[in-house]
């Protein structure tokens, strides 16, 4: 089994959409949990962390951690095709652990 | 946030030559650097761990003669790919750990594309 899993997608929203993308994980080790964005032939680009069970909000992003159940959740409001990029979700003891990453496009 | 440089960013060389990829931190001092490789369509496999002023940790299935890292400052990190092969062609991309930041918290360089003729 892998430590995290994520749903490789493709995952296509209209322009304007709620969007969730959700990761497991099976490490109970894991401490902190992140999110990446990750643009095609770029290198990832840090969204989001968070360490605790609950909701951390950025702008139009909230990261959403619930330990109880090793669920991961990144939700996107009002989404822009500028969003249009793989999201990676990671969890992290002494090394960074990523999930497969979920290809999202968000349709004009 | 924190940036963090790789050169070159592409890079094409022949079968059996040697090339060595760049990572710097340019705005804070990381103690630990990381490497990693991926594959079209795929996630970020982890390679190697690189400590300052220490031999670096390998990820288990990655050869260390082949892929050697020297972390000689507090600002830079190198991967050598030795005696390239075409299989060893894939996006390099290297990470620097903020001690500043919280935890884990990982800044990525923009990756270097290899491609082995």
Request: charged share 20%; hydrophobic share 30%.
């Amino acid at each position: 089994q892998k430590e995290v899993e994520q749903d490789p997608g493709p995952l296509s929203v209209p322009e304007g959409a709620i969007v969730s993308l959700n990761c497991t994980y099976s490490n109970s080790a894991f401490q902190y949990f992140m999110w990446y964005r990750q643009y095609s032939r770029k290198g990832p680009e840090l969204l989001m962390y968070t360490y605790s069970s609950g909701n951390k909000e950025d702008g139009r992003f909230t990261a959403q951690v619930d330990k109880s159940s090793k669920y991961i959740s990144l939700f996107i409001r009002d989404s822009q095709p500028s969003d249009s990029a793989t999201y990676l979700c990671g969890g992290a003891t002494n090394k960074l652990i990523f999930g497969t990453g979920t290809l999202l496009a968000v349709q004009p | 946030g924190a940036v963090v440089s790789q050169h070159p960013s592409w890079v094409i060389c022949k079968s059996g030559t040697s090339v060595k990829i760049e990572c710097r931190s340019l705005d804070f001092q990381a103690t630990t650097m990381f490497w990693y490789r991926q594959f079209p369509k795929k996630s970020l496999m982890l390679m190697a761990t690189s400590n300052e002023g220490s031999k670096a940790t390998y990820e288990q299935g990655v050869e260390k003669d082949k892929f050697l890292i020297n972390h000689a400052s507090l600002t830079l990190s190198t991967l050598t790919v030795t005696s390239a092969h075409p299989e060893d062609s894939s996006f390099y991309i290297c990470s620097a750990r903020d001690p500043a930041g919280v935890g884990e918290t990982q800044y990525f360089g923009p990756g270097t594309r290899l491609l082995v003729l």
